[in-house]
């Protein structure tokens, strides 16, 4: 009897949508880490790793953004300003 090897050819599209996911979830990861780490020492190098982890995360959306694979439209005038108002209001 022959085993069944179940490949999957995936694209670039893909791959860095994935890849995108994994390092959004490793980021809040480790956020949550260095928050609750116990020693300074811990905090710092989760930091650190979380710090890797935005430059990593911000490649990969350049990446995605320039091919149009990540649009990011400008916001409309009144989004912004009802933004600045519900932001605004929550300030000490």
Known sequence: MQATVNT???????ILTD????EKFAADSYNTFSCEAATPQV???FL???SEEHEIQ?????????????P??????QKID???VKY????P
């Open 88 to 91: 605004r209001n929550m300030a």
């Open 72 to 77: 990011t439209p400008a916001a409309e005038q």
């Open 48 to 50: 650190s790793l979380l």
């Open 8 to 14: 999957t050819n995936f694209d670039d599209k893909e």
């Open 58 to 70: 911000n490649s990969i959306f350049l990446e995605m953004s320039k091919r149009g694979w990540y």
């Open 19 to 22: 890849a995108l996911a994994s």
């Open 43 to 45: 905090r710092q190098n």
């Open 82 to 84: 009802d933004a600045r």
